[in-house]
T-cell receptor
């Protein structure tokens, strides 16, 4: 049973427009969420995180929104740039136990110039 | 080094061979994770160390998989009697604190023929 789901395997967006990547989770014990970006043949790199005590966190062009009641988070990229083209993974963790991060299957974003 | 270093980057093994994958985490990082990423999937948790203690190995798929971190820094993931389904990218990540951001290495791509 997949505890973290990214239901859109791919997304294409025009340069300059907004990219919205979605993630759903099932485990109510998750209280810390992260987004990672991955280029081919490289390891994932951290983008932005959010704790469950917040519903929004912003860092430059990247904003993460958390809706705890819906168990849903989203990553907004504004404005999108061709260099943003990559696979994006959301990950979730609980503050008890291992703190292991459970990852979604990823969404491939393509920003068209 | 500045980042998480993994070796080898690429490994081709014949079915039944043993392999060892090395991870050199960021200096001073107490938490170390191993993940397995199959093609088109997200990273799947394998095991977690805090310093030299292996606190969670619930993700190891079989007893052919073994991980160690004897001195609390470098870690080795060993796979005995490799099988084709072991073909994947093995990612190592470290963190300076429990529940903090994970820094990933570039991964070791294992192909079992």
């Amino acid at each position: 049973d997949q505890q973290v789901k990214q239901n859109s395997p791919s997304l294409s967006v025009q340069e300059g427009r907004i990219s919205i990547l979605n993630c759903d989770y099932t485990n109510s014990m998750f209280d810390y969420f992260l987004w990672y970006k991955k280029y081919p043949a490289e390891g994932p790199t951290f983008l932005i995180s959010i704790s469950s005590i917040k519903d929004k966190n912003e860092d430059g062009r990247f904003t993460v929104f958390l809706n705890k009641s819906a168990k849903h988070l989203s990553l907004h990229i504004v404005p999108s740039q061709p260099g943003d083209s990559a696979v994006y993974f959301c990950a979730a963790s609980g503050t008890s136990g291992t703190y292991k991060y459970i990852f979604g299957t990823g969404t491939r974003l393509k920003v068209l110039a | 080094g500045a980042g998480v270093s993994q070796s080898p980057r690429y490994k081709v093994a014949k079915r039944g061979q043993d392999v060892a994958l090395r991870c050199d985490p960021i200096s001073g990082h107490v938490s170390l994770f191993w993940y397995q990423q199959a093609l088109g999937q997200g990273p799947e948790f394998l095991t977690y160390f805090q310093n030299e203690a292996q606190l969670d190995k619930s993700g190891l798929p079989s007893d052919r998989f073994f991980a160690e971190r004897p001195e609390g820094s470098v870690s080795t993931l060993k796979i005995q009697r490799t099988q084709q389904e072991d073909s994947a990218v093995y990612l190592c990540a470290s963190s300076s604190q429990r529940g903090g951001e994970l820094f990933f290495g570039e991964g070791s791509r294992l192909t079992v023929l």
